[in-house]
């Protein structure tokens, strides 16, 4: 029997709920080996980061040969860069190695409102990781940034952004809505064959930290199992949307607590 592997590169949340932490906790909760990659340590807990040190670029790229040269990777998911280094460093390897799905999850912020990408670190992420990807998993306010405009508030608007991400270079986009309002949390998952929306209710919880990790994540993890795109998208979504749904069983931090990753257990 053949275990699906999924690497997730991406920085370090001390606090465990987002970044690498959500990610191997996404992938063992869905039925898949994780094998991770660092490109920055965060001093963050549930109410802000208080520290980034990134990761030299060299030795993200020895940690990125290392598990490719060794495990069979069925999918990578991409979150924190951190800086331009970084981003050049990933893209080598993802081009020497020639994976077949990509996920990149182009993390700007964090949920508590802290920066985690510098501002001049944003092009090279266009221009030299998003033609990589499979799919692309910005919420609605990087989606914007993406293209330097005003966060869409329309689903006309929010699938025209999506068409303008997709002139970029990657094959799919994931806009997550989790950042509208309304009674459902919509996502649009837009393709060159259209547009799909996949809705759910809108959980009242202030326990959202790591939901978007988690998500593209497991979009990342349904790939590594042999899914198709729409498939992993779906399932992905109502993974997360349960995920939310179960957060406040638990009480963790004062602040922006952690969804249940391990909801189907315990």
Not at 42 to 61: L, Y
Not at 114 to 127: G, I, N, Q
Not at 181 to 204: C, F, H, K, M, Q
Not at 233 to 244: D, E, F, G, L, T
Request: aromatic share 4%.
């Amino acid at each position: 029997m053949t275990t699906p592997v999924a690497l997730t590169i991406a920085g370090s949340d001390s606090s465990g709920g987002a970044g690498i932490q959500a990610d191997l906790k996404t992938f063992a909760a869905l039925g898949v080996y994780g094998a991770s990659a660092i490109t920055a340590l965060t001093a963050q807990n549930t109410r802000g980061v208080t520290g980034i040190q990134a990761v030299p670029a060299e030795f993200v790229t020895a940690q990125i040969d290392a598990v490719f040269s060794d495990l069979d990777v069925g999918a990578v998911k991409i979150g924190m860069v951190a800086q331009v280094a970084s981003i050049d460093a990933i893209a080598a390897a993802l081009s020497r190695w020639k994976l077949k799905h990509v996920v990149l999850d182009p993390v700007m912020v964090a949920t508590s409102g802290d920066r985690l990408l510098a501002s001049e670190a944003v092009d090279a992420l266009r221009t030299r990781l998003i033609p990589m990807a499979s799919v692309i998993t910005p919420n609605l306010p990087e989606a914007a940034a993406l293209l330097d405009e005003e966060i869409a508030v329309s689903e006309a608007g929010i699938e025209s952004q999506g068409h303008r991400l997709l002139a970029l270079g990657c094959r799919a986009v994931l806009i997550k809505g989790g950042h509208g309002e309304g009674a459902e949390s919509t996502d649009y998952l837009v393709t060159s064959e259209g547009t799909i929306a996949l809705a759910a209710p809108r959980v009242a919880t202030r326990n959202t930290h790591g939901t978007g990790c988690s998500l593209s994540s497991a979009v990342a993890a349904g790939l590594a199992k042999g899914e198709g795109l729409e498939p992993a998208v779906r399932n992905a979504k109502a993974w997360i949307s349960a995920a939310i749904a179960a957060a406040d069983r638990f009480s963790v931090g004062h602040g922006h607590g952690p969804i249940h990753h391990f909801h189907k257990f315990y």
